[in-house]
């Protein structure tokens, strides 16, 4: 009786092993085989690569409508503060460049003292300010009609090599995908327990 009883206990234990590994070989075949192969005139060949060319279309038209939707490009561009970059080009334009090549002309030179390059640096400055308004909208909808964002991202996950996006799907999603190799092991061990209960009700009748 000892014996019979010592061989139900492996039940649970094979059915969670079975659970495991057909949910460990499901993952896998996901994945693999990369290159497609022919066995008894069925094509093989692992879901991801067989259809990474509608994987990329189907991830960029949901970036495209989800997330870079109502012009999120160039909300986000105008959303720029500019006034360290226009400092930065008014100080180059008339102190580094204009005020370098006129104070290196003869005669001239002598006139362009730090004092006057400062008051055009200023008014350059000032006249950056009220076009930077308008040259921002201009390049934020040149971007955003030129910036074709889900071609772009479609043509990038396409052109992926297999092991690539294998390994770009594995690090996202590694931890759920261990998850459920051991969802399919505590499974196989419920129904492995079902079954030793089943066997065990036969053997009181």
Partial sequence: MLDFWLKLSWIPIVTALIGWGTNWVAIRMLFEPKKPFSIFGLN??????????????????????????????????????????????????????????????????????????????????????KEASTMQLNIANEVESHLQVRELIETRIASFDPEKLETVILHVARKELKTIEWLGALLGFVVGLGQVGILYAMQGL
């Avoid at 692992?46 to 960029?60: C, F, I, N, W, Y």
């Avoid at 370098?100 to 390059?117: E, H, K």
């Fill in 44 to 129: 093989i060949q692992g879901l991801v690569p067989k259809r990474q060319r509608e994987l990329a279309s189907k991830t960029a038209e949901v970036v495209d409508r989800e997330i870079l939707s109502q012009h999120t490009i160039r909300e986000n561009i105008l959303k720029l503060n500019l006034e360290p970059y226009l400092e930065d080009f008014a100080h180059k334009l008339v102190k580094e460049r204009l005020g370098t090549r006129l104070q290196a002309m003869p005669m001239v030179g002598a006139f362009i003292q730090d004092a006057t390059l400062d008051k055009w640096k200023d008014i350059a400055l000032e006249e950056l300010r």
